[in-house]
């Protein structure tokens, strides 16, 4: 079990990062040769960039909610994000694996959603919570004093 941190926290990231939702939607269960190969696939990519910090990549946090699984990841820049998804050799492989598999023929969905966040222009907050989400990758303070309210934390006054 994580490690609850009794008490209001907040994160800390210096500089600007980017909010890469992504995910994966299955929209015919019995098509288990379909979406379990997009599953797959995205495993072997975390895996790759949990290993290669150079990469640019942050952290991740993942959730299943019925017919869909999604990840929100940290990036250290689109530039990052736009290299790894432009040239990575396993993500290439397994986007044309996933078009000549499925393609359009409406057995799983995919998407994704790209957040460029300018440096303090974000605001968070954790009560007694194990690290999570933006708490993950960067890194946690207390949430008092300046930090104390939303407002504050996101450099509004």
Not at 23 to 29: A, T
Request: charged share 20%.
């Amino acid at each position: 079990m994580a490690n609850v941190m009794p008490g209001r926290y907040t994160a800390k990231v210096d500089g600007s990062y980017v909010v890469f939702i992504i995910g994966m939607r299955i929209n015919q269960l019995l098509a288990v040769h379909k979406w379990v190969p997009v599953a797959k696939a995205m495993g072997g990519m975390m895996q790759e960039l949990y290993q290669n910090p150079e990469l640019g990549f942050l952290g991740s946090r993942s959730s299943v909610n019925m017919r869909t699984i999604t990840q929100i990841q940290y990036w250290r820049s689109f530039e990052h994000l736009e290299k790894y998804a432009r040239h990575a050799p396993l993500h290439l492989t397994a986007w044309r694996k996933f078009n000549q598999a499925v393609g359009t023929d409406g057995s799983v969905g995919i998407y994704h959603e790209t957040y460029l966040v300018e440096a303090g222009n974000y605001e968070c907050v954790y009560v007694n919570m194990p690290a999570f989400g933006l708490g993950e990758v960067g890194e946690l303070v207390p949430a008092t004093g300046k930090r104390e309210s939303a407002r504050h934390r996101i450099n509004k006054e």
